[in-house]
């Protein structure tokens, strides 16, 4: 003889509701979402948030003599005095940012998910949107620059990104790596 379990009324309840909202799921995702896919929708920046000095960072690094951090909520932190205080950047992201890398004291990039490639020409204050791949679905781990113009973004599932022009533009390289099981590149060895 078995042992039969009854769920109580509010946890059917629950579980009703929890198939309601996961069937509603599935419809929403069978949808095209066109706007998200689209490089001419309208960014969507990191919140500006008090609290975004105690927000989870991923990596700092040197511009000159400041130092930028990157992390959770597209969040870019700069600070003048050695990590003291913290200044919040204008970025248009909101998502979680891996990893930075400056070539000098003014241009850096930053990488992250959503394939994203972020770029600063003021030493971290303001940034712009290079590069985006919403189909990778996949995220950007590590970035390096030899010089302002040439540099390789590397991520999840073998992906190598390079550029020549300064991130004006951004080429799928990864072919030329032997990587048929397409591993995870988490980061950049000078």
Do not use: C
Not at 38 to 60: H, N, Q, R, Y
Not at 90 to 114: E, I, M, S, Y
Not at 122 to 136: N, P, Y
Not at 144 to 163: M, P, Q, R
């Amino acid at each position: 003889m078995g042992v039969v379990f009854f769920r109580p009324k509010a946890t059917r309840r629950v579980a009703l509701l929890a198939t309601a909202l996961s069937l509603l799921g599935v419809v929403a995702l069978s949808t095209p979402a066109h706007a998200a896919t689209e490089t001419t929708a309208a960014a969507v920046f990191a919140i500006d948030s008090p609290k975004a000095a105690k927000s989870l960072m991923i990596d700092v690094v040197h511009a000159g003599k400041r130092l930028v951090a990157v992390g959770d909520r597209g969040h870019i932190l700069y600070s003048d005095d050695q990590g003291v205080t913290w200044t919040q950047a204008k970025v248009p992201t909101r998502q979680l940012l891996t990893a930075v890398f400056f070539a000098d004291d003014q241009h850096g990039w930053a990488v992250g998910h959503d394939a994203q490639i972020l770029a600063t020409t003021d030493g971290g204050v303001t940034w712009t949107q290079q590069f985006q791949d919403l189909k990778r679905e996949a995220p950007l781990l590590d970035v390096w620059f030899k010089d302002a113009s040439n540099g390789f973004a590397v991520g999840a599932y073998g992906a190598l990104i390079e550029t020549t022009d300064g991130g004006k533009t951004w080429d799928d390289v990864s072919d030329r790596l032997d990587n048929e099981d397409q591993y995870h590149l988490n980061a950049i060895a000078q």
